[in-house]
């Protein structure tokens, strides 16, 4: 199609039109907007079968003082009130000397499940990989995938014949998936074809990474960025901006967000609504 079209806007225009005539309601993918948009950033990268875009408005909460760094936040939404609201937080922080941060952990993961033809030869394969000299030649294999993966450890998990590895590795500023699991790929081909040709690999992701999901394996050992922040809000401030006091902002905290949580039976979302505002940040600045 993309040949036959000469051009990529030519190419979005003919899937618009074939894909009116599968629509009930034919106009609407008239209401799509697809004009002033440069569609070379997006085919064969990041989007297939391509109609057109959708414009979210865009604002920022801010100032904001992280660790003696003014910023600025960005964020994509049609959620009334978000902006308006991370903005009031920001301000009573930056009235408070802003917010100090450490991180505590940094680790990307994939997990791959294999399998063997008995229990034997499953638990064999885990002392192996736990060997010290073992992991330390995977690691080698491993790190000559990608100047910025470097993997960080190596956790295996037996279910009867099946094995579950976990990854983990630091992939520098970017999320790092598609770069932990070039690595992944290799090593998984060489312990196959040099060390243990019984092997067969069932998938590349058996969900152990936990990718994309709340578990309680993420919750305690954490995925990606893990860090801890403080900030100390003065008593005037609470009252002059948040327009409450402490003990109120105290109670209602612990029984909404602590309380009302558990009792919903939450898994590692202790919190009021953080998702919402995590969705404008990621919608507005895309993953680079």
């Known amino acids: 199609l993309h040949n036959w079209c000469f051009s990529l806007i030519n190419h979005i225009l003919c899937r618009r039109l074939w894909f009116s005539d599968l629509c009930s309601k034919n106009r609407s993918v008239d209401c799509i907007p697809h004009q002033n948009y440069d569609y070379s950033l997006s085919s064969n990268a990041c989007c297939e079968n391509t109609l057109g ?21 960005p964020l994509s939404t049609t959620e009334g009130c978000l902006v308006a609201s991370l903005n009031r937080g920001c301000r009573a922080l930056q009235l408070s000397a802003g917010v100090r941060t450490v991180l505590l952990g940094d680790r ?6 294999v399998c063997f033809e008995d229990i034997v030869q499953a638990h064999e394969f885990k002392l192996w990989i736990e060997n010290e000299d073992n992991y330390l030649l995977l690691k080698n294999i491993f790190n000559s995938t990608s100047r910025y993966a470097k993997l960080t450890a190596i956790d295996v ?38 060390y243990f040709p019984n092997m067969k690999i069932i998938s590349l992701s058996g969900n152990y990474c936990v990718d994309k999901k709340a578990s309680a394996m993420n919750w305690i050992v954490g995925r990606g960025k893990s860090v801890s922040c403080e900030a100390v809000v003065r008593r005037s401030v609470v009252s002059d901006i948040l327009k409450t006091d402490v003990d109120s ?10 309380v009302g949580s558990a009792r919903a039976g939450v898994l590692g979302g202790f919190n009021a609504h953080s998702a919402n505002i995590v969705a404008a940040i990621f919608l507005s600045t895309g993953q680079v």
């Open 53 to 73: 875009y959708i414009p979210v408005p865009v604002g920022f909460a801010g100032p904001l003082k992280v660790d003696d760094r003014t910023v600025y936040i």
């Open 108 to 113: 990307m993961t994939r997990g791959p499940v």
């Open 157 to 194: 998990a037996l279910s009867g014949r099946f094995v579950y590895l976990r990854f983990s590795a630091t992939t520098g500023d970017a999320m790092g998936m598609n770069m932990i699991s070039k690595g992944v790929e290799l090593v998984l081909s060489e312990l196959q074809h040099n």
């Open 249 to 258: 902002l105290v109670e209602l905290n612990t029984l909404k967000n602590l």
